[in-house]
C-alpha cells in the first residue's frame, strides 16, 4: 500500500506542474520578426510569431493595422497537423511603403481552451521607396537642339507600382464544428454574408442525414444527403454531401443555384455582384486517393478521401483576369490562392459549387 501511496504522489507530482503548464497558464510570444519597432521593412516581409508551446488557432484574434491582405498560416507542429507553435503572415499584396503597421495577436490560450488568456502586440514601419528626381537647369537652355540633349540624359522619374484591385466580401472566417462538416460550415459563412445568420447543426437538419451503411463498394448518395458519420472518418464511417443538395437547403434562407462546369470568370463575376460562391474541391496534398462507390439503386458516386469544400469570397484582380483567388477554408483559414492553382484544385469536382444570392 505505502508503494502504491508514494507512486501515485510522484505521479501526482509530476503530473500537476505538466497540467498547469499546458492547459492552464496561456503561450506567450517568445519571438517576432520583424522586430519591434522595426524600420525599413521589406514591403513583402514575411510577418513570423513564435510562441512558446501550442495555441489553440480556433480561438486566436489576430490584426494589422492598417489592414494589410495575405494569409495566415500555422506552422511548427508538436506532431502532426496539431498542436501549432508558429504563425506566419504571408502578403498576397505588397505592405504599403513608409507606413507604420501594428500587429495585434489577441487571446492567446491552451490547446484546449481553459485557464488564462494572453495578448500580445508590436510595430514596424515599412521601407520608402525611392524615387529619382531630375536635376533642374540652372541657366537658359541656348536653343531646342541643347535643350533635346540634355533631356535625352535625364534618367525617368521611378514611378511606384499600382496595386492590383481588390474584391473582397464582408464575410469572417468561422471554423467548422466537426470533423466533416465543412460544407455545413461554408453554407453558415456564405449565409452570414447575406445577413442570415444560422448554426451548423440548423443546416444539418435542413442537408439531411442519407443512413445507408458503408459495405461492399455500397453507401450512401451525396446528391440527396450527408452520408456517414459527420465526426467519422473520410470514406470509412463518414464523406460529405456534394452541391446539390446543399442549394437545395441553402434556398430555405436564400436564393441559391448548384452549378457544374463553371469557367473562373463566372465565378468571378458572382463575387462583384456580392454573391458568395462555395466550391468542392480537395485538401492541398500531392495524391489524391480515390474511394467511389455505388448507391444501393447502382448510380456511381465519384468520391475522393481528400475532399474538402471552402466558400469564395473574394479575388485580386480584374473580374475577367484575376490573379488570386480569396478563400475561407473553415479548417485551415483565410487563404490566397493563385488563379492557376485554384483552377486545378476545382477541377476534381468538374468546376462545381453552390452560389447563394
Known sequence: MRIRYWIGAVIGIIFIPISIYFFILPPRVISISPSNQAQEVNLNSLLIIKFNKPVKRQALNHFIIPKAYGEWKFENPLIKNRLFRTLVFTPAIDFKPDTQYQVKIENMVSPIGIGLSNNFSFSFRTRAISVKK?????????????????????????????????????????????KLSCEAACLKMALAGKGVYISEDDIMKEIGYDPTPHRD???????????????????????????????????????????????????????????????????????????????????????VREDHVRVIVGFIGSVDNPLKIIINDPLAGRLYWSSSYFLTNWRVFGYSGVVIK
Open 134 to 178: 531630375i536635376p533642374s537647369a540652372k541657366n537658359q537652355l541656348e536653343n531646342d537642339s541643347k535643350f533635346q540633349k540634355l533631356q535625352s540624359k535625364i534618367p525617368p522619374i521611378a514611378q511606384p507600382e499600382s496595386k492590383p484591385e481588390i474584391t473582397l466580401l464582408n464575410i469572417p472566417l468561422d471554423w467548422q464544428d466537426y
Open 217 to 303: 463498394g455500397i453507401w450512401g448518395d451525396p446528391y440527396k444527403g450527408f452520408v456517414g458519420n459527420i465526426n467519422g472518418k473520410i470514406c470509412a464511417t463518414g464523406y460529405g454531401v456534394y452541391w446539390t443538395r446543399v442549394a437545395k437547403a441553402a434556398n430555405k434562407w436564400r436564393g441559391a443555384e448548384s452549378f457544374s462546369g463553371w469557367k473562373l470568370t463566372d465565378l468571378t463575376r458572382e463575387i462583384a455582384l456580392g454573391n458568395p460562391v462555395i466550391f468542392w474541391g480537395t485538401l492541398p496534398v500531392k495524391e489524391i486517393h480515390d474511394c467511389s462507390w455505388h448507391t444501393p439503386e447502382g448510380k456511381y458516386i465519384k468520391a
